[in-house]
């Protein structure tokens, strides 16, 4: 098993691939996640793990762009706390540091602490590969923002301990499998995603939603995308709790399929376990 992920070794989709597959999966390290899903689709790598949403910075949506295109099915899902740490080189000084690098959405999620400190703020494509990038460069005055294991695979000093704005800092991960993979067996509650399209008409999402109201079923998560070509018209994603293969999901699904112009089932898992800390 080859998972491929965006970001360097010690970004914290490394964590979720290992949480998912197991501590002795192999990682296939990505620049972008465009490359992540070319991975998968050259056989390069056999799966790949996208964060999709953040508790604090919210959706990840050129994931759910990618997911749209793909021929790839959801087989597993994973959270994974995001501790965010201010990252220099050793024996620097906190004071010392006049620049700071990460990735955009880990720097909007350190805002406050950025702005209290007034740092000249560069975005990167990484959190655990602006680390990487800041050893390499040498300069005392910089530092990047980043999980702690970055801080030990590049040989970097932790100069600030959690800085996020927020303590309860969570990023939601999808495992991604080729069609004809199985989800991974569990005995946890189930989660389906489905990608719908209704025709541009008053009242169709309402309809198209109550399948689910009216069989009191939950939706965890809705998500729309505009559709190429059709200007303020607008795809949905929805994360509905329940596999699809129960009946009274199946019944709504197909309810569904009578009001939409087009219903596929993106994957049908088990639902992650959040485990919040304090």
Known sequence: MIAAFQ???GAFSEEAARQLLGDDVQVLPCETFDDVFAAVKDARASCAVVPIENS?????LRNYELLAAADLTITGEAYVRIALNLIGHRGAKLAEIRRVSSHPVALAQCHRFLATHRFEVTPSY?????????IERGSRDEAAIAGATAAEIYGGEVLAHGIEDHHQNYT?????EPPGQTAVQSDRPFKTTLLFRTSNRPGSLFRALAAFALRDISLSKIESRPIEGRPWEYSFYVDLVGAADDPNVLRGIEHLREMCESVRVLGSYPAGELKVEN
């Open 56 to 60: 604090l910075a919210g959706s990840v």
């Open 7 to 9: 970001g360097e070794r």
């Open 172 to 176: 939601r991960f999808l495992l991604l």
């Open 126 to 134: 990484d959190t655990a590969g602006s680390v990487k990038n800041v």
